[in-house]
């Protein structure tokens, strides 16, 4: 079993940044999705940003030009640069990786969450 752990997280003022990063416990292969969702109290969890076979990313139309999703493959990494921070912005900012391999088939991880608040 593979465990995501996100860090980064933080208080920050309306037009700050954060930068968001979350580390596989190991090496994971074939994957298909590394994204970062996030979920504010009282709302269903969204998409935030992804790259989907290691190549094309996709954004949410909420932080087009202010976020920007990227991965490191040799640190088993995909981080979430966050820039003109919005109150909006405000949740639970999750990582989550989706693929399958021949050997195990189907997998979806889940990291447990790292808080984002924006002041006004």
């Known amino acids: 079993q593979v465990q995501l752990v996100e860090s980064g997280g933080g208080l920050v003022q309306d037009g700050g940044s954060l930068r968001l990063s979350c580390v596989a416990s190991?090496?994971?292969?074939?994957?298909?999705?590394m994204g970062w969702y996030r979920q504010a109290p009282g709302k269903q969890r969204e998409l935030v940003a992804s790259?989907?076979?290691?190549?094309?990313?996709n954004y949410a139309d909420s932080v087009k030009g202010r976020f920007t999703i990227s991965r490191d493959n040799a640190k088993n990494m995909v981080y979430l640069q966050m820039d003109s921070l919005k109150p909006e912005d405000t949740a639970v900012y999750y990582c989550?990786?989706?693929?399958?391999?021949?050997?195990?088939?189907?997998?979806?991880?889940w990291g447990q969450g790292t808080q984002v608040t924006v002041s006004s």
């Open positions: 190991k090496s994971i292969f074939a994957i298909n999705l």
């Open positions: 989550r990786v989706v693929g399958r391999t021949a050997h195990s088939g189907n997998y979806n991880y």
């Open positions: 790259i989907i076979s290691g190549r094309s990313t």
